[in-house]
Nanobody, 124 residues
Framework: QVQLVESGGGLVQAGGSLRLSCAAS????????MAWFRQAPGKGREFVAA????????YYADSVKGRFTISRDNARNTVYLQMNGLKPEDTAVYYC?????????????????WGQGTQVTVSS
């Protein structure tokens, strides 16, 4: 079992930046593939970014590529999402997720553990 707690959300103007953090507790963080998803009001949960267990491989949704960066610090059991150039359409609840496996996948049903989410609001 692993517990995930997100932080770092908030209100920011378009063009601004935020850094989300996801702290993991329980089993060793390094055994999990980690990802960020988001869910805007009235929409389904969508993939944002994912990172392999070692951190050597990262994957991004086309909508955030070049603006967001996912990283991890396994010594601190923490995953980050640096978000630059934020747009109003990035407004959503952002969720951290963990997958007990090797492959880096982008569908929600591949992820076993979820945090409670943190709200990101981008004003125009």
């Amino acid at each position: 079992q692993v517990q995930l707690v997100e932080s770092g959300g908030g209100l920011v103007q378009a063009g601004g930046s935020l850094r989300l953090s996801c702290a993991a507790s329980g089993r060793t963080n390094s055994r999990y593939v980690m990802a960020w998803f988001r869910q805007a009001p009235g929409k389904g949960r969508e993939f944002v970014a994912a990172i392999s267990r070692s951190g050597s491989n990262t994957y991004y949704a086309d909508s955030v590529k070049g603006r967001f960066t996912i990283s991890r610090d396994n010594a601190r059991n923490t995953v980050y999402l640096q978000m630059n150039g934020l747009k109003p359409e990035d407004t959503a609840v952002y969720y951290c997720a963990a997958r007990d496996g090797v492959s880096v996948l982008t569908n929600t049903y591949h992820y076993n553990y979820w945090g409670q989410g943190t709200q990101v609001t981008v004003s125009s």
